[in-house]
């Protein structure tokens, strides 16, 4: 089957540094997305991999091993604002997306 | 660029009732739009896939009957929840394909919907 893993709950301070894992088994390979979510809204896109390696976007860098059905989502400079959830999802051979169930991250000051 | 709308983002209905909830493309056409339904502190489940001018294709255990797709246009899908009850109440998101080769998925706000 097809399983995507992330930890459900993260906790950091404001200005700190945070990494979110995030582990994938699916049937194919076409890119991997990484959203943010705010409690009643709906997701917003923050990354895409396709291939290994890091991307650095800001203060936001999503990082990929296809080998190791591996990725992380790292945050620098925390804010308070970047207290949400984020999704981890991957988007299989079909082109369909696996959704991760989510990683709620709190920032506390 | 690429914005997607979705209406109403708040309806209470009562049971028995059907709703229609829209979602357009605003700046951009989309070939594809997906629906997807959220239930508290869980993730997005998709619900079904839209393509333009064809029937969507429903995702397993999703009951096509209840849940009337129409993709009449590039930038316009409508979900009709129909005869709704109490456990369809949920946050329906619809996201929108442009196309572009990126397969990223644009999101509408979302529409909560609550069945008294």
């Known amino acids: 089957g097809q399983n995507i893993d992330q930890p459900t709950e993260m906790t950091a301070t404001e200005g700190a540094i945070v990494q979110i894992n995030c582990t994938y088994q699916?049937?194919?390979?076409?890119?991997l997305f990484w959203y943010q979510q705010h409690a009643g809204e709906a997701p917003t896109f923050l990354s895409y991999?396709?291939l290994d390696g890091l991307e650095e976007k800001g203060r936001f860098s999503s990082f990929l091993s296809r080998s190791k059905g591996y990725s992380y989502l790292l945050l620098k400079e925390l804010q308070m604002k970047d207290s949400a959830s984020y999704l981890c999802?991957?988007?299989?051979?079909?082109?369909?997306?696996?959704w991760g169930a989510g990683t709620k991250l709190i920032i506390k000051p | 660029g690429a914005v997607v709308s979705q209406h109403p983002s708040r309806v209470i209905c009562k049971s028995g009732t059907s709703v229609k909830i829209e979602c357009r493309s605003l700046?951009?056409?989309?070939?594809?739009m997906f629906w997807y339904r959220q239930f508290p502190k869980q993730s997005l489940m998709l619900m079904a896939t839209?393509?333009?001018?064809?029937?969507?294709?429903?995702e397993q255990g999703v009951e096509k009957d209840k849940f009337l797709i129409n993709h009449a246009s590039l930038t316009l899908s409508t979900l009709t929840v129909t005869s709704a009850h109490p456990e369809d109440s949920s946050f329906y998101i619809c996201?929108?394909?442009?196309?572009?080769?990126?397969?990223?998925?644009?999101f509408g706000p979302g529409t909560r919907l609550t069945v008294t």
């Open positions: 996201s929108a394909d442009p196309g572009q080769g990126l397969s990223q998925q644009y």
């Open positions: 700046d951009f056409q989309a070939t594809t």
């Open positions: 839209s393509n333009e001018g064809s029937k969507a294709t429903y």
């Open positions: 699916t049937s194919g390979f076409n890119g």
């Open positions: 991999n396709v």
């Open positions: 999802a991957v988007l299989d051979s079909n082109y369909q997306l696996i």
